[in-house]
């Protein structure tokens, strides 16, 4: 069956809304948190030399960025048809590439030409390495997007704090950008002490950020829900974090090869306004925000709040369906969702939460809605007398339900 016959009997299928398998991403610099759900045999099913799974990548039509060994399709989300012939499966990137607007609506297709965002579960144990992700123009230079980032920190996912349970973010206020240029060349020397010209906040269980490109952040342990532009490009400029050495290489990861070796480049990526305003928190701290007066939502049977609201290129809810609650829920624009908590229905579908996944297992709690479907609008049930459903729902750039 050719891919638009796979991609259109899916949308079929699903009255408009594609099943989708469970993505995996390993990290060959990262240790995994252990919180994503993966069978503990699993973490490191990939290899030694590929590192541990500490990401799963959800609604993705970007591939990662891993080096000369990546795997085939690896980042990219698989649409799952299953029937009397058995199970087929396709990318959701090349289904939108078939299908478009039918998927993704003829606004996103008619300005993008592709689905411009995914979004990921990031669970690391320690803290990251103080790293930037360039703006359009330095990602240009290597043939990618520039890339802004929101992080949101599920409750479901963070019975424990990891190893350090606080964000760096930006650069202090009085610190110089000589300061900051001899870290970056003191890279090779051990621990380049970047972090002492950065502030670190706690982190918190219900709340997130926003990362715009051009921000320095070393995120700490929470596992995190992570909405993003479609990109996976990043440089790290801290040597040395949580006693593990970084490789030169990813300092210049997303450097021209003929301007490996030019710090006043690494420098410029750096929107420095940006890291040394003083009212970092004010500014990109996010709490949720409900999407309509609160009693009326209750009174309908669930609650619905912005997480992630700051960025143009994204945005995100988490939706409550209320115990033994039948809802119908619409949007304006078509999203990606992964089921967090309960079991229940989603329009035609059965979803549950899993508690252990093995690698390449198929499951029933992620799911991406068409635009005509969200418009429409889905029917949730939830049949259980104790337990909620709750649905995190990530979308693309402007989306027209995002008044504040």
Not at 101 to 116: A, E, H, M, N, V
Not at 294 to 310: D, F, R
Request: net charge negative; proline share 7%; hydrophobic share 35%.
């Amino acid at each position: 069956m050719g891919l638009s016959s796979i991609a259109e009997k899916a949308l079929e299928q699903g009255k408009g809304i594609l099943r989708l398998a469970p993505t995996w991403v390993p990290r060959s610099f990262c240790v995994p948190g252990r919180r994503i759900k993966l069978h503990p045999d699993d973490y490191y099913v990939l290899g030694g030399e590929r590192g541990g799974i500490d990401e799963r990548w959800l609604s993705s039509t970007t591939p990662a960025e891993n080096g000369p060994l990546t795997g085939e399709n690896e980042g990219l989300s698989q649409i799952v048809l299953e029937d009397e012939s058995g199970i087929q499966k396709v990318t959701l990137r090349d289904a939108v590439e078939e299908l478009k607007g039918q998927i993704i609506g003829d606004r996103l297709w008619d300005q993008y030409k592709s689905w411009p965002m995914y979004s990921k579960f990031f669970d690391n144990m320690g803290p990251l390495p103080h790293h930037i992700h360039h703006r359009d123009e330095h990602a240009a230079m290597v043939g990618q997007n520039g890339k802004p980032e929101a992080y949101y920190f599920p409750p479901q996912l963070n019975n424990h704090g990891g190893d350090f349970p606080y964000t760096f973010i930006g650069i202090a206020p009085g610190t110089t950008k000589e300061q900051i240029k001899e870290c970056l060349m003191n890279f090779t020397k051990g621990d380049n002490k970047i972090t002492n010209y950065s502030q670190a906040f706690r982190l918190e269980p219900g709340t997130g950020w926003d990362v715009p490109p051009g921000m320095l952040h070393a995120p700490g342990s929470l596992c995190t829900y992570e909405p993003q532009k479609a990109s996976d490009i990043f440089a790290m400029y801290q040597s040395l974090v949580n006693e593990a050495v970084i490789p030169e290489e990813l300092l210049w990861k997303g450097t021209p090869k003929d301007r490996i070796g030019d710090y006043d480049l690494l420098m410029e990526v750096i929107d420095w306004d940006l890291n040394v305003n003083p009212n970092l928190m004010e500014k990109h701290f996010m709490r949720p925000k409900p999407v309509k007066d609160v009693a009326v939502m209750a009174e309908e049977g669930y609650s619905e709040n912005w997480i992630c609201y700051k960025n143009e290129a994204y945005s995100a809810k988490e939706l409550t369906v209320f115990p033994g609650q039948t809802v119908t829920i619409t949007d304006a624009a078509a999203y990606g969702m992964i089921v967090m908590q309960g079991h229940g229905k989603f329009g035609v579908w059965d979803i549950e939460t899993p508690a252990l996944i093995r690698y390449g297992q198929l499951t029933n709690d992620e799911y991406f809605v068409s635009e005509a479907a969200a418009v429409e609008g889905v029917v949730i049930s939830n049949p259980s007398k104790t337990d909620p459903i709750v649905i995190l729902k990530h979308f693309g750039p402007g989306n027209p339900d995002l008044v504040l």
